[in-house]
């Protein structure tokens, strides 16, 4: 695997953990209300709360598991496959929620994915 692939992989990782953190441990911030645009009274509904928390666990379950496959597999098929599974699921979200969430989502997979093609 490319260093320019372990690199830009790992960003996705980390930018996973970010949304993890956002939605896990800073439910009801500022900044989540921004990324997300609802209102922190919205964010602080137990309901919605209850629902980020969980998605929070997924995305960062996924930045592990990209990890996995970058350091201990070393695999590009693999890292092939996640990137195209986050774009799958950044169409979606453009499709059903917000256009912009398949470049702020899916942008830097987008771009991980063409260099796996690449290199």
């Known amino acids: 695997m490319s260093i320019v692939v372990t690199i830009l992989a790992t960003l996705v990782a980390l930018e996973f953990f970010f949304i993890m953190y956002l939605e896990t441990f800073a439910t ?10 609802l209102d ?11 629902l980020f928390k969980n998605q929070g666990i997924y995305n960062g ?7 996995i496959t970058v350091f201990a597999f070393q695999s590009t098929t693999a890292v092939m496959l996640l990137m195209g599974y986050i ?14 969430i398949i470049l702020t989502q899916g942008g830097l ?9 690449i290199v």
């Not at 997979?109 to 093609?117: F, N, R, S």
């Open 40 to 50: 922190i009274q919205e964010l602080q509904r137990k309901s919605v709360n209850t």
């Open 109 to 117: 997979a987008i771009i991980t994915l063409i260099v796996c093609l």
């Open 87 to 100: 774009i799958l699921v950044a169409a979606y979200g453009a499709i059903t929620s917000d256009k912009k």
């Open 61 to 67: 379950l996924l930045g592990v598991l990209i990890l």
């Open 28 to 37: 009801t911030s500022k900044r989540t209300s921004e990324v997300f645009g």
